[in-house]
């Protein structure tokens, strides 16, 4: 090959590849491919829901396809409305987090246990009821059954995609290198960069790497280390290796929840970032609340929750664990249906921030019409509130967001 080819060669590989680096996006068709390749991972996980190996440790028997995180015989089947609730789900064509429609045979399901232990919660399945410690250590073992499971499958589809993006991303600049020669040094090179690599990092592979590793951390240091404990706490029937608040509070919340959050809090001169599984369950006349970590927590776990005494703040609570919290929730049709579209809009945004967790404040109210019952009330007392009695009651007007129907 002579020189004047060879220069030309390298040129055409510098440039395809500095084109690439001045902006990353240039390697995409058009805005679909981008919102494509940009939000592939959090496509709905149809395959996660297949049959798999029973999750409990020493069972080699395949799970069955479908058991509910949250009972479906009580507290989703209690918020739904004929036959249906309804759950956020991110849309990957548009990159916006949706509401949709979920029947309750469909709802909190996932592949966790084979026939044999599914009847692990039979008791408080029957009953329909949470009425003792065992109930809550069972209800939080299944929720973080479900985050092991939905978290293994997260990292390895996250390691395929960036397998897959790899490809694509080596291929196109193979492309460009193409293009930036012409057909008449082609012709002369008879050069082909179909299995042309680069070895450096661009920003998408370097943040779905450090998304994979924090996954394994989490993985790692709390929910195996939540699973086993509560394991040890349902089997020595006291709690040791978990700590927990459990609230019961008198208004059924049509919202049930069962999945993760965190919270950072500063106890003396630490900042510490606490990892958490929570529950929301309603029932007739009552929604269960609670919320546990492991037990080197436990000052963390009860500074944080000593902050919801008032009942608009225990429903402020709720809010919060939605929106910044779990993602795995369900609600009434009719309570979303009186939420004005606009606000509606802006509760779906929130979701997708990561910049906050569980110890923020929303600054909406979803659950209008229970909050108004105790708005109203403070009303009639106003003469005997305190100042900051007062204060949330202003604060708590301003996030009303009914629809104006």
Known sequence: MDKELQAKIEYAIDKAIADFQKDEESIFANEKDTIKYKYESLSPLKKWTKKQTCIVKGCNNKSIEKSH??????????????????????????????????????????????????????????????????????????TVCREIVITEYHINKLNLLVDKYKKFRDRKIGEAILNNLG??????????????KITTKDRRLSLSEKKIKNL?????????????????????????????????????????????GNFNIKLKSKFKNVEAILNILPFEGKTYIFIATLSKFTKELDAYMSQFENPLQIISLIENWMIHGSDHWFIKPSTWEKIDNSYQKQILESIMNDRYNIGHEFDLTIFNEIKMEFINQMVDNYDKLNDKQIELLHKERTKITFANK
């Open 183 to 196: 057909a008449d040094d082609l012709n002369k090179s008879d050069i082909q960069f179909k299995d042309f």
């Open 69 to 142: 995180t949250i009972q479906k015989s009580g507290s989703i089947k209690w918020i739904s409305e004929s036959g249906h609730v309804l759950s956020p789900r991110f849309n990957t064509d548009n990159g916006h987090v949706e509401i949709i429609k979920v029947g309750i045979n469909e709802a909190s399901v996932f592949p966790g246990y084979c026939s044999v232990h599914e009847r692990l919660f039979e008791d408080f399945e029957n009953v329909k009821d949470i009425q003792n410690e065992e109930h809550f250590g069972l209800q939080l073992y299944r």
């Open 216 to 260: 394994h951390v989490y993985l790692d240091e709390f929910l195996f280390k939540f699973h086993d404990g509560i394991l040890n706490d349902l089997n020595k029937k006291k709690f040791q290796k978990i700590a927990y608040v459990a609230l019961e509070f008198e208004k059924e919340v049509p919202v049930a929840l069962a999945g993760r």
